[in-house]
Every structure is written in C-alpha cells, then in structure tokens.
C-alpha cells in the first residue's frame, strides 16, 4: 500500500477487488494510521464504486431467495448474507473518509482527524467481522461468492455520494440500525439449528455494530449542530429523500437506544 496519506489508504482498499485482499488492506490501513505512519495530507479521491470479486451475482433484492437457516446449506446462504453485508460495510466506512474526511463541514483541523478516527476504526472492524464470517462459511464447505446477493447497500452509497449528511442518515442510522433490529433474530435461528459457534460470531458482530450506528448518529447529530440545522427534521427530510417508503418494523429499541438513535428519531417514519 503506498502514499503518505490516510486518503490514499482509503482509496486503495476500495481499488481492492477479492473480498479477502480488501480485509486484508482495511486491518493494515487502520494498523498504519494508529501508528502515525499514514496522516491527513490529501490524498486520491475515491472511485465512484469500489472494486469487487467477479463473484457473487448480484440480483435485485426483490429476486432474492428466502433463506433459511435450517440445514447446512441453508445455515451457509445466512452466513453468506451477512458476509456480504460485511464486505460493503468495510467499502462504506472506507468511503466515508476518502469521501468526507475532508469536507468543509469540518471547520477544524481536530474535527476532521475525529470523524476519520472514527470510520478507519470502524472499517477495521467491519474487515474482522468479514473474516470470521468467512471463516464460518469455510467450516460449512462453502465461501464468499457461492450464493447470489443484492446492491442495495452500495445503491444507497451512491444517491448520498455527494451529502455528508444524507450518508450518515441512510448507511449508519438507517441500514445499519436495521442489522440491530434483526441481528439477534438470526443468531437465534443459528442457535436453534444447533451452530452456536456462528452465532456467536453474530453476537460479536452485533455489539460492535451498535457502536457503528452510534458513530453515525453521534457526527450526524454534530454536524447538524454546527449548521445549525435541527436534527429531527433534517434526519426525517433525508429519509424521505433517499430511502422514500419508511422503516421496517419491528425496532430493536434497546439496542438503538445504547446507540443514541432515540425513538421520536424513527419511530414516525415506521411502515
């Protein structure tokens, strides 16, 4: 990985095409920029889609199978969800700072280096959170690929690509807020079926999520405060522009409490 710059760092893990290469550059960015090695300077702008493997195929969500958590290879497509969950939120967090770690909504110098701070952690996270799905998926005969999956995630991306404020409405406290919700439904199913070991790695997964949402909700919160803006509104009007027909229910409302989201947020834009 060359450059100096945390936003060259950025844009190399989404040139990164294989799934595992791409972890692999997100831990090792993270790594660089906790040890000083990589600072603040400018750096390459990000692509306008980051690079993926040849496979999965990818499907609309609507042509999506029904998955079941029954069987091995129904317990193996939960996992394969959830890794390709993964594998865009690595993508997401990254172009939160290749995007955003500059924009001039940050009016100090100490304010951006947080907002970065914060979004390099979290794609090293989300890189170890794909790991030990992929590990799961192994122990199940199968891999990232083997099954279809949708772009809805990165669909979001990029209607928000140019609002800062519209991307941490819709990736962290919209679509990642809806993993809260359903997250311990899924470990659940794992459970039943009899493979605690990967639902475990859905609890880890779900308690570090609950501080993603809440480094979206926290900045979301900020940033409207230095504009002046009024969170409430501003959260409702962007939902209503970029993920128009609401939230599904039901909330997982502890879970998004712990994460700062509270209820009068997006309790009125349930469906």
């Not at 400018?42 to 690079?51: E, K, Y």
């Not at 979004?119 to 590990?135: D, K, L, P």
């Amino acid at each position: 990985m060359s450059g100096k710059s945390i936003f060259d760092a950025a844009a190399a893990v989404l040139a990164t095409a294989d799934a595992e290469d791409k972890a692999a550059a997100s831990v090792t960015a993270a790594a660089r920029f906790a040890a000083a090695e990589l600072d603040m300077s400018p750096g390459a702008a990000p692509p306008d889609r980051p690079s993926r493997p040849n496979r999965p195929e990818l499907k609309s969500p609507t042509d999506m199978p029904r998955r079941k958590a029954g069987g091995v290879k129904g317990r193996a497509a939960l996992l394969h969800a959830v890794a390709h969950i993964e594998l865009n939120a690595i993508d997401l967090a990254w172009d939160m700072v290749a995007r955003f770690g500059g924009d001039p909504m940050f009016r100090s110098d100490t304010g951006r280096r947080a907002f970065v701070s914060d979004w390099v952690r979290i794609g090293a996270e989300e890189a170890t959170h794909f790991r030990m799905v992929s590990e799961r998926l192994a122990t199940l005969g199968a891999r990232y690929g083997d099954f279809p999956a949708h772009d809805g995630l990165w669909d979001a991306a990029e209607k928000t690509k140019g609002d800062i404020l519209g991307r941490l409405a819709i990736a962290p406290m919209v679509l990642e807020a809806r993993g809260l919700d359903v997250t311990p439904a899924m470990a659940k199913k794992l459970r039943d079926a009899g493979d605690e070991d990967s639902a475990a790695v859905l609890d880890i997964i779900y308690q570090d999520e609950i501080g993603h949402v809440g480094a979206g909700a926290k900045w979301f919160s900020h940033l409207c405060s230095k504009e002046g803006k009024d969170e409430k509104s501003s959260f409702h009007a962007l939902v209503g522009q970029y993920f128009p027909g609401g939230l599904k229910l039901p909330f997982n409302e502890e879970a998004r409490n712990k994460a700062g989201l509270l209820p009068d947020l997006y309790r009125p834009l349930a469906r």
